[in-house]
């Protein structure tokens, strides 16, 4: 069982910057591919970013790619969404997720190990 706990969220303005931090309990923290999602009221969950657990690869939502940006830090079993640019429409409950695995996951169904969701809100 590996416990996921997301924070960094908060209401800003449209253009401003937030960084999100996942902190996850295993010891075997380089061994999983870890994912970013969101959710906004009425709407199904969406994949942001994901990130292997070494190496390169890292993939993004058509919608983020240039505005944000993942990193890991596996000594501290911590990722990272760097959001900038941010729009309205990036208002959403930013989840973090993983799952022991070598290859990069952007389907929620793919992943086995959830965090609580953290609120983005930007405001116009």
């Known amino acids: 069982q590996v416990h996921l706990v997301e924070s960094g969220g908060g209401l800003v303005q449209t253009g401003g910057s937030l960084r999100l931090d996942c902190v996850a309990s295993t010891r075997t923290f380089d061994k999983y591919t870890m994912g970013w999602f969101r959710q906004a009221p009425g709407k199904e969950r969406e994949f942001v970013a994901t990130i292997r657990g070494s190496g390169p690869g890292t993939y993004f939502a058509d919608s983020v790619k240039g505005r944000f940006s993942i990193a890991r830090d596996n000594l501290k079993n911590t990722v990272y969404l760097q959001m900038n640019s941010l729009k309205p429409a990036d208002t959403a409950v930013y989840y973090c997720?993983?799952?022991?695995?070598?290859?990069?996951?952007?389907?929620?169904?793919?992943?086995?190990?959830w965090g609580q969701g953290t609120q983005v809100t930007v405001s116009s």
């Open positions: 997720a993983a799952k022991e695995t070598i290859m990069p996951l952007t389907a929620p169904w793919e992943y086995d190990y």
